[in-house]
């Protein structure tokens, strides 16, 4: 079981992709939803998907990119392995160096993520061509901009913003006085796997009576709800050592903490900010549906016996592997990491919804996928656009399938429901522009996740303690776009 659910997380948000065109497409697994299939009876298929990019020679150049230490195997991998992930990384890799006359390198960032961007500006101030570009986790981006160290990709040749690879929304609302100084999209997997979700113990759920297909049923027909969740969390509290006391030896409906509460807000679709009418930032996050779920978040987290509340950031899935709680909030990413041990079977669910009259589940991709800009001392733009949009491409049309071929082929990948489930979660994928300045922006972001730490409702002297700065700082955003 924790085997299939590795693969399939990722596999099932890849249903949408279709197979490339030019180089790439013969490359293309069949039995994947990027392949045709012929039948007996006549049927339309859409033309093959293609990057749209000219077959280039580019002399054997060295395609440079500076990642985050640890992630470096999202760019480049040295050998064939076995494992689906590496190989397909490496695959990529050979298919864009045999097709440009290239060779790519990844750049292992050592300095944390404030550090990283950091690092950037010394070497691009200094006129050091240390890279061409750079692949940095998304909440620290405002150091990059407010320096200027990077390109405007509006200005570059083949970077094509349209194309299914990018993402249309985050990138038009990052965009100001039509310039665009990070691309967020398929280019990197952290795309996908920081989405956040809420995971089951399939066992523990057995043991109140509930089947996990019953909850994926509740899911389908709009039942998953805060309350819904809520009641259920209270029912499921034991206390296991019989000591009286409710502590982390207890068993628990649901456990959370500080980290994943930012997942709130895009949950209820409360956004924190949005583009106004003429184009700047307009802060959303006060109004009365904010202070409503906040309090009803507050009611959960610290007056219903069955969840708990952990004041440290990490060490959640840990414990949800301990059989601490039924239910707990992470990301996609945890299915590939720590929960690659559990023992136990789990599924994923969507985040909550605020009430059944929402219409979709949304669920935020937090603030730890990568954007990637072009540091401005690359002169050759052209060169740098063209490779980052194939591997973009690529990465799209041919990596995450490859995935999900091998999940189709696994016996595991039956479990339809649950991929159905992380269908949902996919395509509610929800982003929001103030999380690349929310650390300049007096930590506008974090703001709800902030009350719950200090275990406060009071949001509105939170926001007016700041509002000033917070206007001055969107002052000082805007003048980076100039």
């Known amino acids: 079981m924790k085997k299939w659910i590795t693969l399939l997380l990722l596999a099932s948000m890849l249903l949408a992709t279709v197979s490339c065109g030019g180089a790439a497409e013969t490359d293309a697994p069949e039995n994947t939803p990027a392949a045709e299939t012929e039948t007996e009876t006549e049927t339309e298929t859409e033309p093959p998907l293609s990057d749209d990019l000219p077959d280039t020679d580019c002399g054997g150049r060295s395609y440079r990119i500076a990642s985050f230490e640890g992630y470096e195997d999202e760019f480049y991998t040295e050998e064939l392995t076995g494992e689906v992930e590496n190989d397909a990384v490496f695959n990529r890799n050979a298919r864009l160096e045999e097709r440009f006359n290239i060779s790519i390198e990844a750049l292992a960032m050592t300095d944390g993520a404030g550090g990283n961007y950091r690092t950037l500006v010394k070497y691009v101030t200094a006129g050091d061509d240390y890279c061409d570009v750079a692949a940095q986790e998304v909440w620290n981006l405002h150091i990059a901009t407010a320096a200027g160290i990077y390109h405007n990709w509006n200005d570059t040749k083949y970077i094509n913003p349209e194309k299914p690879w990018w993402n249309q929304l985050i990138n ?16 990197t997997v952290t795309y996908m796997t920081s989405t956040m979700a809420t995971y089951v113990n399939s066992n523990l759920l057995k043991e109140y009576g509930m089947e996990q297909d019953a909850l994926y049923s509740l899911v389908q027909e709009g039942g998953w709800t805060l309350d819904y969740m809520g009641t259920l969390a209270e029912s499921m509290y034991k206390d296991t050592n019989g000591d009286g006391t409710r502590d982390k030896t207890d068993r628990y409906g649901y456990a959370a903490n500080w980290y994943y509460s930012d997942a709130w807000c895009s949950a209820f679709d409360i956004p924190v900010t949005g583009k106004a009418a003429d184009g700047s930032l307009e802060i959303k996050l006060m109004q009365e549906k904010t202070y409503d779920a906040l309090t009803r978040v507050y009611q959960l987290y610290f007056e219903n016996e069955g969840v708990y509340f952990k004041e440290s950031w990490d060490g959640l899935m840990e414990e949800f592997m301990g059989d601490m709680a039924v239910f707990v909030p992470g990301e996609l990413r945890n299915a590939f990491n720590e929960l690659r041990d559990m023992d136990d079977p789990f599924g994923v669910l969507p985040n909550p919804k605020y009430d059944e009259s929402q219409e979709t589940y949304h669920c935020l991709v937090a603030d730890g996928y990568f954007v990637t800009g072009m540091p401005t ?34 016996k595991y990948s039956q479990d339809e429901a649950t991929a159905a489930m992380v269908d949902l979660i996919a395509g509610g994928a929800a982003f929001d522009v103030s999380f690349m300045y929310g650390t300049y922006m007096e930590m506008l972001p974090y703001m709800f996740r902030g009350c719950l730490n200090e275990k406060t409702t009071d949001l509105v002297s939170k926001y007016a303690a700041s509002e000033k700065k917070i206007e001055a700082a969107l002052e000082k955003i805007y003048a980076m776009y100039e």
């Open 172 to 187: 038009e609302n990052a965009t100001f006085n039509g310039k665009l100084f990070a691309l967020t999209g398929s280019y």
């Open 377 to 410: 001392t690359v002169t050759d733009t052209d060169f740098v656009s063209l490779i980052t949009e194939a591997m973009a491409a690529d990465t799209y049309i041919n990596v995450y399938p490859v995935y999900y071929d091998v999940a189709l082929k696994s």
